[in-house]
């Protein structure tokens, strides 16, 4: 009976890890990340704190668990931003699209992203993906305002998101990734190292 | 009975306009802008194609008349613009946030903006919104590839409109509109005025 083991721990039960991701995803939904905490998240799935940790490590490596991204965005993200502030922006934009365009991750992706437009999603992004993950690689840059360059880096790729592979809007949608990296790569670039008011 | 009343010619019948905005609305999601004539919504309509031009001028009044916008965006997205290309990426950012941030307008748009979110209203910004109403007015600025700029601009806007308002993200969603037309002010004169590849 389900419902039953459900309420014990469980610590050897093959779908364990399954039930940590299924409770976290949800947890960190309706709560974002700041607020959700691996104790509560082990509660939820019925397993001791300890065993959360022992599978997923910290609470950002499960965050990213339970997203089920097809790549760990922190590499990527940390990959292009490692040379440093200088072509940062271009760098980001093709790390991005070499992620996006390629046909074996889209639907997945495609799937997160209707997940995160609807309302019960929201905070997956705005209170998740965004502190959780992007903030600490801008942060990294050593610039300031890092908040405030994150949300604009990310207001940029969210509106390429949605137009080039969501809605596929022309001529965006088959716009060569050089193109695009020449063209939205200053924009990044301008949001990380412009003076902000 | 309803069903009889849609397949007659009903010029005169109160709810009329509705009907032709419903049709219009349908078909324009479903077809996009240009492969959507008046006299497909008329025929959908039941009445005569007369009547929509009558009561709703042109293609691109009906289209505008059909979102059921709180301003006509053409009106706003034309005022920003007149100016010429010289400063208009932060008059364009102001401009919008002008209607956006009006709390008598936000939820209006939200629905919007959800609609658009759906798989079935994809094309009313795809290949509506963007070819028939925003276009034009990049186009009239005598820029080289309108539709490649118009795509740009549109996606960041579209972005901001993501964070800002649906996913409410901070610091950008409390962020004074004044600071946010000065950083992505300069975003949008990019995309209007410099080089494209």
């Keep these: 009976m389900p419902g039953t083991a459900r309420r014990g721990r469980r610590p050897g039960a093959p779908d364990t890890r399954a039930d940590i991701l299924e409770a976290a995803r ?9 607020r ?20 997923f490590g910290s609470k950002e490596d499960l965050f990213v668990a339970a997203l089920a991204l097809p790549v760990d965005p922190r590499q990527v993200i940390g990959a292009a931003l490692a040379g440093g502030a200088d072509g940062a922006g271009e760098r980001l934009v093709r790390a991005f699209l070499s992620v996006w365009d390629d046909p074996a991750y ?3 992706l495609l799937g997160l992203v209707r997940g995160v ?13 965004l502190p959780a993950v992007v903030l600490p690689a801008v942060d990294a840059l050593g610039v300031d305002q890092p908040e405030r360059r994150m949300a604009l880096v990310a207001s940029q790729v969210a509106g390429l998101i949605l137009l080039r592979y ?11 990734p050089d193109a695009v990296a020449a063209v939205i790569g200053p924009t990044i670039q301008g949001y990380l190292e412009r003076p902000l008011p």
């Design 166 to 176: 969501v809605l596929e809007a022309e001529p965006l949608a088959s716009m060569e």
């Design 26 to 34: 949800a947890l960190f939904a309706e709560q974002g990340f700041r």
């Design 36 to 55: 959700t905490t691996i104790r509560a998240v082990a509660g939820a799935a019925g397993v001791d704190p300890a065993l959360v940790h022992h599978y």
């Design 117 to 129: 437009l609807e309302p019960e999603g929201h905070r997956l992004l705005s209170e998740g993906f």
């Design 106 to 108: 889209r639907p997945h």
